[in-house]
């Protein structure tokens, strides 16, 4: 929750000034954890990406009050994503599910997220388990790839006008956990 309040304060100064809600998309939303404990927290609407349908269906039930935030959603995969034509997001927010995708499949995603972004203040965050000894990692039971850091600045520098605005270490994470990172993404221009 730091984080999204140190990301929103430029857009929250100009609220007044603001023609419409504040919108987020959370990609690979799962039954809405993070929707229901952080994004419900701070923003007015909120689209659900996740390719499980059943999870999609659970999401009602378990985000309450909170679903009526909930505008749209999406029962594909994030490499599957469609968006729909003039929905402009504040942040696109994902967790834990980048590592499914190939490398190429997250510039293509990444591309996509740019055209529906807003240009001003609008960022991605991608907050994600990093390689602690320098190599990359593949779990074999799940087929998720632990990237390094420096990977993930690789890809990210292959997707024009996309710019890192920060990078965030997690803090008191147990030592035998893998450091997650939350990389902050927006617009070149």
Excluded at 26 to 48: N, P, T, W
Excluded at 103 to 111: Q, S, Y
Excluded at 126 to 136: C, E, L, Y
């Amino acid at each position: 929750r730091k984080l999204l309040r140190i990301l929103l304060k430029p857009i929250e100064s100009n609220h007044h000034r603001r023609s419409r809600p504040l919108r987020c998309l959370d990609c690979g939303a799962g039954i809405g954890r993070v929707s229901k404990y952080v994004l419900s927290k701070f923003f007015d609407e909120i689209d659900l990406l996740e390719q499980n349908e059943t999870f999609v269906l659970k999401a009602k039930d378990f985000l309450g009050n909170d679903y009526q935030r909930v505008k749209n959603t999406f029962v594909q995969g994030i490499h599957e994503f469609t968006p729909i034509d003039g929905i402009i997001y504040d942040c696109i927010w994902g967790q834990w599910v980048y590592g499914y995708l190939t490398d190429n499949d997250l510039i293509l995603f990444l591309k996509k997220c740019l055209q529906i972004l807003d240009k001003q203040n609008g960022f991605i965050v991608i907050k994600d388990n990093v390689s602690a000894d320098g190599n990359p990692y593949m779990d074999e039971e799940d087929g998720c790839i632990t990237r390094t850091e420096s990977e993930f600045l690789n890809i990210f520098s292959k997707v024009p006008n996309l710019i890192i605005k920060d990078i965030f270490r997690q803090k008191k994470m147990p030592k035998e956990l893998l450091p997650v990172k939350m990389f902050v993404l927006g617009h070149s221009s």
